[in-house]
């Protein structure tokens, strides 16, 4: 599974969301994380890019819905404790294809 982390340099939040990415890989050896680092607004577009940072598995942006505009810009994520700047690792966790358990 090909993991995708969007990013841009200045958003205080990207390395967060690195982190616990490097959690979940630790957890599925079949786990490529990989950095795509986007630098201006136009490449923003071109990409589809809904803010840093941006997770996409397999290709999709797991949260984003249609309302998430795409742009240049920090992303915010709901979590069970409200408004942040990257999804919880209980979401990312969640957000793997149904099936998906950790390994011993």
Known sequence: MDIT???FDGCPNWEIA???L???AAEHSDVVVTRQRVDTADEAE???FHGSPSILIDGVDMFAD???P???ACRRYMTPKGPAG???IEQLRAALPVGRVPED
């Open 66 to 68: 249609p309302s998430t």
């Open 22 to 24: 490097m959690v979940i």
């Open 86 to 88: 990257a999804p919880t």
């Open 70 to 72: 795409v742009e240049w």
């Open 5 to 7: 982390l969007q990013y």
């Open 18 to 20: 690195d982190e616990r």
């Open 46 to 48: 071109r990409v589809g």
